[in-house]
């Protein structure tokens, strides 16, 4: 069993390593020449600029490996969810300090978003008011 929601990586991501890292959990685990062979053709890296990627990806705990003869294969050790978490909350420390609604403000009003995604962004809003109260409570 994989161990991506346990991981806590150590550092954020390059927008690079982000792309590395949406192939990997878009498609399962990779060896590098699959990881070369699935990027966008807008991205033009040689191989080994990928190799260099996923050597770093694993150093900051991003990646697992596992050997397979002369062979690496390549799986992410941190969820997509967890790791977007992390750099979101990045974000708002380096943009906004504690003042998150600002932000939050923008992409609400920037974004294209469903009545479905309306609906559940209130369901959101509305948990977290109830945990803000209990907690205010005692």
Known sequence: MSK???KEPSQSLSGAE???MKILWDHGPQAA???YAALPDD???A???????????VAKGALDYEQIGNSYLYRPAVAREQMTRK???????????AA???VLAH?????DLSDEEIRQLKQQLDAKRGKTRKGKKR
């Open 100 to 102: 998150i609604s600002p």
């Open 43 to 45: 991205v033009s890296w």
């Open 87 to 97: 750099e979101m909350s990045g974000l708002f420390n380096r943009v906004m300090g």
């Open 4 to 6: 991506a929601s346990r």
């Open 107 to 111: 992409f609400i009003e920037e974004a």
């Open 47 to 57: 191989c080994k600029t990928v190799k260099t990627l996923l050597s770093r990806l």
């Open 18 to 20: 982000w792309e590395v």
């Open 33 to 35: 020449r699959d990881v």
